[in-house]
């Protein structure tokens, strides 16, 4: 008989954690979950999702143990795997994220540009404690992160701990999803290439024929995320550029259509996000209700199930089946260093991933773009984890939505004040001297 398996939800307040128990609902008979803890600070959204939660996992009679904590070491305690989704500061923070930049002419958005980066420079730190006590309480765990940055805290934790970890992000599921229905295809296979929110594909495979220049001249998009107001990209745009990009490139193609748009927004994604999760929490709150409510797909989440799940299922029964993920670059792409967190095709298994090479790629575009948006990545990384001013702002100044040196300084020093309490890399210091 299999060993019984223990996963742990960090964040599990978030109103996405029903879309996780759907896809854990789906795989009852290839994941024996006995125990399922559901860790948060946030006594009210704990209790409201976390009840549903137990009723979802009631109605289909799974004996599995259900268990609510605001106590991290009792959530990891001999985890098997353990999914992190947190967002510190919660929707307020994201907020401020998302309008303070605009007074200074910067794009404020959740993980692209300053207000990406602050979300990281408050999200690496608590990140690293976590792995910190998996190392005490579960060495073994697989950590599955999808909170944002995602591809900046792999960069982070990969680099800065030695913990077993995947970023994840629904975002190439998506695009291959859509991209798949309109091409008709049965069975193709992408190459995917970038960083998270920032990635392209770069050839659509199916009998030894590449459909990608079939796709160029179609002008093909792949669909948008809810989460961003998507304008699409031009046939002309998608032809220069080679590939089909993700929908957030349109934030570094469009940087004044988008900046416009955000700023003449009466109101901001996040505090839209603070409406959609207060209307999901009534629902939640509901005793009848035993199933994932159809509203939770007008956030940006949808099938996040699929893929955090599926993963820990190609894991834990060592599938070998191939997933995008977040993950050490290793001489997979031969233009990246090895160190650097790349978000690529890998095979999945019981040993993790093995990223799948892609051997003498030559889109100069893409190439470049990855190269300096990583040069902002790593110094981001040093910031979070040094505290260091100078690195915040080397790493803005790379930045292609930042870039100006006033407009980075007085806007960091603006955001680093209004997130002061998330931010004791930045403050210790002063309170030694």
């Not at 029903?18 to 399922?36: A, H, S």
């Not at 934030?251 to 901001?268: C, N, P, V």
Request: proline content about 4%; some cysteine.
């Amino acid at each position: 008989m299999s060993k019984k398996l223990k996963i742990a939800i960090i964040g599990s307040g978030s109103t996405y954690t029903p879309e996780l128990i759907e896809g854990m609902i789906k795989r009852k008979d290839i994941l024996p979950i006995d125990e399922l803890v559901l860790m948060d600070i946030d006594a009210r959204k704990l209790e409201t999702v976390g009840k549903l939660c137990e009723r979802m996992i009631q109605a289909e009679q799974i004996p599995c143990r259900v268990i609510m904590t605001q106590d991290l070491d009792e959530a990891l305690l001999d985890a098997d795997f353990v999914l992190g989704q947190i967002r510190v500061g919660k929707l307020p923070a994201r907020v401020l994220d998302e309008t303070i930049p605009l007074k200074y002419g910067l794009i404020g958005q959740e993980t692209c540009g300053i207000g990406g980066f602050f979300k990281a420079m408050r999200t690496i730190p608590v990140m690293l404690h976590i792995t910190e006590r998996m190392k005490e309480l579960c060495p073994d765990a697989w950590l599955i992160n999808f909170s944002n940055p995602a591809g900046i805290i792999t960069e982070a934790l990969l680099n800065h701990s030695d913990v077993k970890m995947l970023g994840l992000c629904n975002v190439p599921f998506n695009m291959f999803k859509s991209i798949h229905e309109t091409l008709k295809l049965d069975q193709p296979n992408f190459t995917y290439v970038g960083l998270n929110h920032l990635s392209w594909i770069t050839a659509i495979e199916q009998d030894g024929t590449d459909y990608l220049k079939s796709a160029l001249d179609m002008g093909l998009n792949s669909e948008a995320m809810k989460n961003i107001p998507s304008s699409g990209f031009s046939k002309e745009l998608v032809q220069m550029v080679g590939a089909i990009p993700s929908s957030y490139l349109e934030y570094y193609y469009f940087k004044e259509k988008k900046y416009k748009l955000l700023k003449e927004s009466e109101i901001t994604r996040g505090e839209k996000c603070m409406q959609i999760e207060e209307e999901l929490l009534g629902i939640y709150s509901d005793s009848e209700l035993h199933s994932k409510p159809e509203l939770l797909s007008s956030r940006g989440g949808a099938n996040y199930s699929e893929v955090a799940i599926s993963l820990v299922d190609a894991i834990y029964n060592d599938k070998q089946e191939v997933h995008v993920v977040n993950l050490l670059n290793n001489g997979a792409l031969d233009f990246m260093k090895d160190s650097d967190a790349v978000e690529m095709c890998a095979v999945i298994g019981k040993d993790g991933a093995k990223p799948i090479p892609v051997p003498d790629f030559n889109n100069e575009h893409i190439i470049d773009y990855m190269r300096m948006v990583k040069a902002y990545e790593r110094e981001t990384v040093t910031a979070a984890v040094s505290g260091s001013e100078d690195a915040a702002m080397r790493a803005l100044l790379m930045n292609p939505l930042v870039g100006d040196y006033d407009a980075a300084y007085n806007c960091f020093q603006e955001l680093k004040e209004a997130h002061k309490e998330y931010l004791p890399q930045f403050y210790t210091k002063e309170k030694m001297s």
